[in-house]
């Protein structure tokens, strides 16, 4: 007699919940909860997690009702705009344990934050007509940089570059200083295979110990 309670009792508890579906239409969308007129019965829902899809007014919706417990809309079958937010509470991860993904917009894409976007990944590549950035605050830490452009134009308030070595190999080379330009080494060594010129209003050369002038001919004045 105790063996078939308990199993009458067990039955009842996994019994299913009994429910049934309705298509309505969206006639109030107001903080998460939403009126859906079906007929002439105004059904209270909530968005179901798996509808992604955040109903609006005058969309038509299916919805699934459990006595007792609520309604809940489970699709947005038709809406007249073409417009679609996808809405979700908390984390969202997406996990792909084999394949890619792809992410495809003819008109853009856009990514928005308001703290971080992080992309971790082997390999990065960019590949564009067109390219902005605008960054208030960049730091970069890398052990190797290669670049190789056709136009560079860099326009900055203020520059500032600390390396250890540095070797640039150019064709032509033209510096503009407006005002003031000032070089402090150890050592100086400027090599030219035909000429070197320095001209100015006023030209001082000094020396603490050796001013040593050589060549086959020197004119002065």
């Not at 002439?40 to 009702?65: G, Y």
């Not at 705009?81 to 394949?99: A, F, I, R, T, Y």
Request: glycine letters at 8%; hydrophobic letters at 45%; a negative charge.
């Amino acid at each position: 007699m105790m063996r078939n309670s308990v199993a009458r009792k067990v039955a009842r508890q996994i019994e299913p919940e009994a429910a049934y579906q309705e298509v309505g239409r969206v006639v109030r969308a107001t903080d998460g909860a939403f009126l859906v007129a079906s007929g002439a019965a105004e059904i209270e829902a909530r968005r179901a997690v798996s509808c992604m899809v955040e109903p609006e007014t005058d969309d038509v919706v299916l919805v699934s009702v459990l006595p007792g417990r609520g309604a809940y809309i489970l699709a947005v079958l038709e809406r007249q705009g073409s417009d679609v937010s996808v809405v979700l509470e908390g984390d969202l991860h997406v996990k792909l344990p084999g394949g890619r993904f792809v992410l495809g917009a003819a008109e853009g894409v856009t990514f928005a934050s308001a703290k971080e976007v992080g992309v971790v990944a082997g390999e990065v590549k960019v590949n564009a007509r067109l390219g902005s950035l605008f960054v208030e605050s960049l730091s970069y830490l890398g052990t190797a940089v290669q670049v190789e452009i056709e136009k560079a134009k860099v326009k900055a308030a203020a520059f500032d570059a600390s390396v250890e070595r540095v070797v640039e190999r150019v064709k032509r080379a033209y510096r503009f200083v407006e005002e003031f330009e000032q070089l402090r080494a150890e050592r100086v060594d400027y090599v030219a295979k035909k000429n070197m010129s320095l001209r100015g209003e006023n030209t001082l050369v000094t020396a603490e110990e050796l001013v040593k002038l050589d060549g086959a001919q020197i004119h002065l004045g």
